[in-house]
């Protein structure tokens, strides 16, 4: 961990989604560490003691990181959270305003029992428990662009299929899942007062930009940047994606630095 002296070394956090780990962010961290220092957390580790049948709550998973990050010297930073850790993203801005200097939002929503967004993470829990290749084949089909999944041949396709199943953890993709289900941050959003953006894939088919706006309208002082990508933005436009939060993240960190 790094103990930033001033606003001009305050750390990234970065924020991974439902079945990912802080791995997920390695090509976006190659780009962004040039420019700043990252801090990458597994928030989602099931804690000791934690079964199935009591799944973690956002809030859970909020206080993991604030607790995190204060264990490593770390008391203020900008915050990034996808996907799943968007709303986490999002609860701890809202509940420890103090700590978050800036806030980017990638593929959020605020509401995980909405009818198309229930429907979609009960066949995720169904697949994850009775099929997880299924579930492998769906999470590529609805989570990249057509123009970038098109372009690997079917061996390819079949290794990454089977690579993510053999290496995921599914106990604690269960758990996440069960997260998605029971998010709902929109009383939260709106009383959001760092400086945000949110970030909208244009081809995400697992949240799609309805949902993602959504969030945004939610929270007072939010921007909006579009990346041409489907929902695994960090695989698919990791580029476009450093870009477009590292603007936002300059800008409010030269703003703090001239007040």
Do not use: C
């Given at each position: 961990?790094?103990?930033?002296?001033?606003?001009?070394e305050?750390?990234?956090?970065?924020?991974?989604?439902?079945?990912?780990?802080?791995?997920?962010?390695?090509?976006v961290?190659?780009?962004l560490?040039?420019?700043?220092?990252?801090?990458?957390?597994?928030?989602?580790?099931?804690?000791?003691?934690?079964?199935?049948?009591?799944?973690?709550r956002?809030?859970?998973?909020?206080?993991?990181?604030?607790?995190?990050?204060g264990?490593?010297?770390?008391?203020?930073f900008?915050?990034?959270?996808?996907?799943?850790?968007?709303?986490?993203?999002?609860?701890?801005?809202?509940?420890y305003?103090e700590?978050?200097?800036?806030?980017?939002?990638?593929?959020?929503?605020?509401?995980?029992?909405?009818?198309?967004?229930?429907?979609q993470?009960?066949?995720?829990?169904?697949?994850a428990?009775?099929?997880?290749?299924?579930?492998?084949?769906?999470?590529?089909?609805?989570?990249?662009?057509?123009?970038?999944?098109s372009?690997?041949?079917?061996?390819?396709?079949?290794?990454?299929?089977?690579?993510?199943?053999?290496?995921?953890?599914?106990?604690?993709?269960?758990?996440?899942?069960?997260?998605?289900?029971?998010?709902?941050?929109?009383e939260?959003?709106?009383?959001?007062?760092p400086?945000?953006?949110?970030?909208?894939?244009k081809?995400?088919?697992?949240?799609?930009?309805?949902?993602?706006?959504?969030?945004?309208d939610?929270?007072?002082?939010?921007k909006?940047?579009?990346?041409?990508?489907?929902?695994?933005?960090?695989?698919?436009?990791?580029?476009?994606?450093?870009?477009?939060?590292?603007?936002?993240?300059?800008?409010?960190?030269?703003?703090?630095?001239?007040?």
């Amino acid at each position: 961990m790094h103990r930033p002296n001033n606003d001009q070394e305050l750390p990234v956090v970065l924020l991974h989604g439902t079945s990912g780990q802080s791995e997920d962010w390695s090509q976006v961290v190659e780009q962004l560490t040039s420019h700043r220092h990252v801090i990458r957390l597994n928030y989602g580790e099931p804690a000791t003691g934690t079964d199935s049948a009591n799944a973690p709550r956002v809030s859970d998973f909020a206080d993991r990181v604030v607790a995190a990050a204060g264990a490593g010297g770390t008391h203020r930073f900008d915050l990034v959270g996808y996907s799943l850790g968007a709303p986490v993203a999002a609860s701890i801005a809202a509940e420890y305003p103090e700590m978050v200097r800036s806030l980017v939002l990638v593929s959020g929503f605020s509401y995980g029992g909405d009818p198309r967004m229930r429907l979609q993470f009960d066949l995720w829990l169904h697949l994850a428990r009775t099929d997880k290749i299924a579930l492998a084949k769906l999470l590529l089909v609805s989570g990249l662009s057509r123009e970038f999944l098109s372009a690997f041949d079917e061996g390819t396709i079949d290794g990454i299929i089977r690579s993510f199943v053999a290496m995921s953890d599914w106990p604690l993709i269960e758990q996440n899942i069960k997260v998605d289900l029971a998010v709902d941050v929109r009383e939260q959003a709106k009383k959001i007062k760092p400086p945000t953006l949110s970030i909208t894939a244009k081809y995400d088919q697992i949240v799609p930009p309805f949902y993602t706006q959504e969030l945004a309208d939610l929270i007072p002082r939010s921007k909006r940047a579009e990346i041409p990508s489907g929902h695994l933005s960090f695989l698919e436009k990791p580029f476009d994606l450093t870009s477009a939060m590292l603007t936002f993240l300059l800008e409010k960190q030269r703003s703090s630095l001239t007040r």
